[in-house]
């Protein structure tokens, strides 16, 4: 049974090739899943553009559960709309952005993620293009939506790299750990 919130205990992972396996290992995993996401947003369009309708709405409708899809709210590529919004867009660009320099910004090894007031701060931008826009006090653009989101998704990807290398350090599996020395 997992163990309760209050228990929990930041890792430091310091037992040498295993873990610097395993956070490597959880880096390129999270890198591959941006990458991924961020891939099927773009080739929705282009695969839509080639006639491959329903390989491509295949693609629209797995983003359909995150996204409104609102035409006039995304770009476009090739004639037709990206898998998403220009917000959600700039949410998954960011996260991509923010997986690949992670590694410059921060050690691998660490599993800690940094003060959620920073989550707060980079979610503060966005929160007031929409709610100014929702106001009428400022009409938000698909610059400011992608920008803003942009921000929040890089500043996510530093939260989510250390709960898969969290994760990879606890999980890894026994097949690929060394052997323990007489």
Not at 20 to 43: C, E, K, Q, Y
Not at 62 to 82: D, I, N
Not at 84 to 99: D, K, N, Q, S
Request: net charge positive; hydrophobic share 55%.
């Amino acid at each position: 049974m997992p163990e309760p919130i209050t228990e929990y205990t930041p890792l430091y992972a310091h037992d040498g090739g295993r873990a610097r396996r395993a956070a490597w290992a959880a880096w390129v995993a999270a890198l591959s899943g941006a990458l991924l996401f961020a891939g099927l947003i773009v080739a929705a369009p282009l695969l839509r553009a080639r006639g491959l309708f329903f390989l491509s709405q295949a693609i629209y409708q797995g983003f359909h559960a995150a996204c409104h899809q609102m035409p006039e709210r995304s770009f476009h590529l090739w004639g037709f709309p990206l898998a998403v919004c220009a917000r959600c867009f700039g949410l998954y660009a960011g996260l991509l952005a923010g997986v690949v320099i992670y590694p410059l910004a921060r050690p691998l090894m660490r599993a800690d993620a940094p003060h959620r007031r920073w989550l707060f701060a980079a979610a503060l931008p966005t929160s007031v293009d929409f709610v100014l826009g929702l106001l009428g006090v400022w009409e938000n653009t698909h610059g400011s939506r992608f920008v803003t989101a942009l921000l929040l998704g890089a500043v996510s990807a530093f939260y989510v790299v250390p709960g898969i290398v969290g994760l990879a350090h606890r999980y890894w599996p026994r097949h690929l750990r060394p052997a323990a020395s007489s």
